[in-house]
C-alpha cells in the first residue's frame, strides 16, 4: 500500500495505491490476513503463472462492484505488468507530478495490461505502486474490514483497547492522541475499513489487533507500506521549492510568527537563496504553541508540503537547530551619576537622565528563558500525514 504526492490537488483522500504478486506461492509461508474466513498467506518463494486472463477477470470484476463511480474523485485503474517499472517512476509519484499521458505510453511501451476507469488517474497510482522497491525504509499496516451492513454507520472501535495497545505494543506508532483524544485507528469516511494499525513488525501487528476491541471484523490483511517513511520529502534550498512538492528546508526566522483569522500561525525563514512562508494550521493543535515561541533569529530544519503559489511550506515538523537568545527590556537605565532610572525620550529614541540629562541608549536586559529547546518537534497525531515519519521511528 503506497501513498504517493500528498500535494497532488486532484488526489484522493490518501493518495493511496495497492500492488499485489500473483503467484504460485511456494517454500516457507507466513500468515497476513484473512478474507472471508480464509487465511491468507504470502510465501518466500513462487512459480510464475502464465496465464494472466483470470486475474485480469476478478480485477475488473471487483472494481465494478465495490468502486464508487458516483464520487467525482473515483478515477480507478488497475495495472497488471510483469516487470517491475523502475523504482525512479515511483520516486517521481510520490515526489512530484506524472501526467496520464506519461504513464499511458510507458503502459503501452511494456505491453501492459490495463484498464482506466474516467479520467484514468488512477493508472498513475497502480503503475507507481508497483514501481515501489521498499529497499530504504518501510513500514506495515494491518487493515481491518467491516461486515457489509455495517458500512456507512457508526464504527464501534473501543477507544480504551486502542490506548492499552497503544501503551504495550512499541513498534506500533500514530494510534491515539491523548491531547486531543483522537482515535487515530479509525477513519473518518464512511468506507469499509473499521480500524487501521501502524506498525513496523508483521507479528506485532497481529498481537496489536487482538487487542483492540471492536465490533466483529470481516476479514483483515496486513500491508507493506511506505506510511511513515518520509519518501515524499526532498531536501533543497528555498529558491528551488517548487509547488505540490515536498520539502525539507534550513533556514533562519526571518519575521516572527503571527496567529491569522482561523487560528493559523505563519512565520517566514530565509537562506542564502530566499525567503519562504512556513504555516502551522489549526488542525495541528498544541505545535501551534511550538511554532508561536520562535523568534527572529532561530536556525530551524522545516519539513513540509508545499501547496500553490504563493508558496508556504505546511508544517508537518521542524527540528529547531540554534535557538536565538531572547532579551527584553526590564528596565529602563540607571544614571550613573544620581542613580535615578532614566527616562525614554520615546521608541527607539534612548533614554535621558531628568536630573543631569545624562543620555544613554541601552535598558536593562534580561535573558528571557525559552519555552522551545533545541530538537525536533511534530504535529500531532490527529493532524499526521501518512506518509510523514513520526518522531517516534526517527532513529538517526
Ligand atoms: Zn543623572
Not at 480504551?160 to 506500533?172: F, G
Not at 471484523?217 to 515536498?246: A, C, M, P, Y
Amino acid at each position: 500500500m503506497v501513498r504517493l504526492n500528498p500535494n497532488i490537488p486532484w488526489k484522493t483522500r490518501g493518495n493511496g495505491a495497492i500492488c499485489f504478486k500473483v503467484e504460485k506461492g511456494k517454500g516457507k509461508k507466513t500468515k497476513i490476513g484473512k478474507i472471508n474466513n480464509k487465511d491468507v498467506f504470502c510465501y518466500s518463494d513462487f512459480s510464475e503463472i502464465k496465464n494472466t486472463d483470470e486475474i485480469e477477470k476478478i480485477i475488473e470484476d471487483t472494481i465494478n462492484e465495490f468502486a464508487w463511480f458516483e464520487d467525482d474523485n473515483t478515477n480507478s485503474g488497475f495495472v497488471l505488468l510483469k516487470k517491475q517499472p523502475d523504482h525512479k517512476l515511483y520516486d517521481k509519484a510520490v515526489k512530484d507530478i506524472l501526467t496520464i499521458d506519461k504513464i499511458k505510453s510507458f503502459l503501452k511501451e511494456e505491453k501492459a495490461v490495463f484498464k482506466g476507469y474516467k479520467n484514468c488517474r488512477g493508472l498513475i497510482g497502480a503503475t507507481c505502486s508497483i514501481a515501489w522497491n521498499p529497499t530504504k525504509d518501510k513500514t506495515f499496516e494491518l487493515i481491518a474490514y467491516r461486515k457489509k451492513d455495517k458500512w456507512g454507520s457508526k464504527r464501534a472501535v473501543e477507544p480504551e483497547s486502542v490506548k492499552k495497545m497503544d501503551e504495550s505494543i512499541i513498534s506500533t506508532f500514530d494510534n491515539f492522541d491523548y491531547s486531543n483524544n483522537h482515535n487515530r485507528l479509525v477513519p473518518s469516511s464512511p468506507c469499509p475499513i473499521l480500524f487501521g494499525i501502524r506498525g513496523e513488525n508483521v507479528d506485532d501487528l497481529v498481537d496489536a489487533k487482538k487487542m483492540i476491541k471492536s465490533e466483529e471484523i470481516d476479514s483483515w490483511i496486513i500491508f507493506e507500506s511506505n506510511q511513515g517513511t518520509d519518501e515524499h520529502l526532498q531536501r533543497k534550498k528555498i529558491i528551488d521549492v517548487k509547488s505540490f512538492e515536498s520539502t525539507i528546508l534550513e533556514g533562519i526566522v526571518c519575521k516572527e510568527p503571527k496567529t491569522i483569522q482561523g487560528g493559523h500561525v505563519i512565520f517566514k525563514i530565509k537562506d542564502e537563496t530566499g525567503e519562504i512562508d512556513c504555516a502551522a494550521y489549526e488542525p495541528t493543535k498544541e505545535f501551534r504553541h511550538v511554532v508561536r515561541d520562535l523568534i527572529v533569529g532561530d536556525l530551524l530544519v522545516v519539513y513540509g508540503g508545499v501547496r500553490k503559489k504563493p508558496s508556504t511550506v505546511n508544517l508537518e515538523k521542524i527540528y529547531v537547530k540554534n535557538l536565538k537568545e531572547k532579551n527584553v527590556k526590564v528596565e529602563n537605565p540607571i544614571c550613573p551619576k544620581c542613580g535615578k532610572h532614566m527616562k525614554s525620550k520615546g521608541e527607539n529614541q534612548g533614554f535621558k537622565c531628568v536630573r543631569c540629562k545624562t543620555k544613554s541608549d541601552k535598558p536593562i536586559i534580561e535573558k528571557q528563558e525559552r519555552m522551545i529547546h533545541t530538537g525536533f518537534y511534530e504535529v500531532p497525531v490527529c493532524a499526521r500525514r501518512h506518509l510523514a515519519k513520526p518522531l517516534k521511528r526517527m532513529h538517526d
